[in-house]
């Protein structure tokens, strides 16, 4: 018996039927428990051969580790950065179902938005609104969509980083960056199809159409940032759904479409300020209703004033163009910070769940035969073991390619037990389990 079988079986309660009446070289019981097996292997020569090297390598070195192992991470940060981006394009690229969901998600959405709006004219201040305002609804629930990705990739992170395999900022960029081509596409498909399809403003050589895109682009980045930090700080994914639905009804009631800036009132008007929809919805609406198509009057009796300033005015939104650069920075600054909440939940907001309590086994005298099931009828066969040696079972997938799912395994079936051989080709062992288990499970009843 290897050391490893020696680990699995002699040391627990029912490895004792194999060491009864047997003794060590030494002439000793052999060890049974966690706490007999560290004693005896603390009383070993073994033991005691390799303390005396670590003790001697010590003083040599004089006590001191070399600075290359003091260092949690193996490599520089960019070194973690730029493998930790690699994989996560290579897993990304791989979930072609995702990419091809994202892309026709954003064209069918586009294509309806802007046949449904077609050739709005300018005077038309509340469908104009309405589209400007869509554009934000869209991308907060594209966002919320990736929810189930985040906490598929979040349980991968706790395993990386308790086998300190990168930092925890190297992930959060990872995710981040890789995502931004991919939302780059999505707004300039989005964009195009809705800027022109609705008839908004062709003026100043097609430069509004461009800050349009520019702002679309900005509030997917940090909308999405926003949900990803959120999926980070919940447990559950059941909660995070319903926290950010919750969330994404806030932003649309305090985004100044619904409500008036103007009219919020001052103990809610925090939450406008801190709300990506709203920053959006300002940039956008400045862009278009400054542009001269809406230059001409509107006459309320003898008061006379620009078409769209009125517009901006009735809902809020301030008249000076520089606020759409404004507006964009705000975003890039949310985005920014939220990303440092994210780092912050992910490195001190463990949310792992918590393992299960050790199973603590009584490793007493007679444990093993209290165990046995009572009112088991005999069998009216002498029980017999079933052992095998060096196994292939190998396999053919696809056309011309082969897999060897065993590999010389050798081990044995104790009767009235049902054993499975496991391979580490997963997606063709699960095709193959119920029918090997069964297989297995009869070859012992025969033998029992």
């Not at 079936?413 to 069964?438: D, R, W």
Request: aromatic fraction near 14%.
């Amino acid at each position: 018996m290897d050391v490893a079988d020696f680990l699995q079986e002699l040391p627990t309660a029912d490895g004792k039927r194999f060491a009864k009446r047997h003794k060590t070289s030494t002439g000793a019981t052999p060890p049974f428990g966690t706490d007999a097996l560290v004693q005896a292997w603390k009383e070993s020569t073994l033991f005691k051969a390799m303390l005396s090297e670590m003790e001697q390598s010590a003083k040599m070195s004089g006590g001191k580790w070399p600075e290359v192992f003091n260092e949690p991470y193996p490599g520089t940060f960019w070194y973690s950065l730029t493998h930790c981006l690699e994989r996560q394009a290579k897993l990304t690229i791989r979930d072609r179902s995702f990419l091809i969901g994202r892309m026709m998600q954003t064209l069918l959405v586009a294509v309806v938005g802007g046949s449904l709006y077609s050739n709005t004219v300018p005077s038309d201040s509340n469908t104009i609104s309405g589209i400007l305002y869509f554009g934000g609804i869209f991308g907060a629930l594209t966002s919320m969509a990736m929810l189930p990705v985040v906490f598929a990739q979040r349980s991968v992170f706790y395993k990386h980083t308790r086998a300190l395999f990168y930092p925890a900022p190297a992930f959060i960029l990872s995710q981040t960056l890789v995502l931004i081509p991919l939302q780059m596409i999505e707004a300039f498909v989005y964009s195009t199809i809705i800027y022109w399809s609705v008839g908004l403003s062709e003026t100043d050589n097609g430069s509004r159409y461009f800050t349009f895109m520019l702002v679309i682009l900005s509030y997917n980045i940090c909308v999405s940032q926003f949900y990803r930090t959120l999926a980070s700080t919940i447990v559950t994914p059941s909660i995070a759904q319903t926290v950010s639905g919750i969330f994404l009804i806030l932003m649309v009631l305090f985004s100044s479409y619904i409500i008036p800036a103007n009219s919020i009132p001052p103990w809610w008007i925090w939450f406008h300020y801190l709300n990506p929809i709203a920053y959006m919805l300002k940039a956008l609406m400045i862009n278009e209703f400054m542009s001269p198509d809406y230059d001409f009057q509107v006459c309320n009796g003898s008061n006379c004033q620009r078409f769209g300033s009125s517009v901006l005015s009735s809902r809020g939104t301030p008249t000076d163009p520089n606020w759409v650069w404004y507006s964009i920075i705000i975003l890039y600054t949310l985005f920014l910070f939220f990303l440092v909440l994210n780092y912050v939940a992910l490195t001190y907001v463990s949310t792992d769940p918590v393992p299960p309590a050790p199973v603590v086994v009584d490793y007493s005298e007679g444990e093993y035969e209290s165990k046995r099931p009572v009112g088991v009828v005999e069998i009216p066969f002498e029980p017999e073991t079933f052992a095998f040696k060096d196994i292939w079972y190998t396999v053919k997938v696809g056309k011309n390619e082969k897999v060897d799912l065993l590999k010389g395994v050798s081990g044995h079936f104790e009767p009235g037990t049902v054993t499975a051989l496991v391979s580490n080709v997963f997606e063709i062992i699960c095709y193959f389990c119920s029918y090997g288990c069964m297989c297995v499970y009869v070859l012992c009843l025969q033998r029992a």
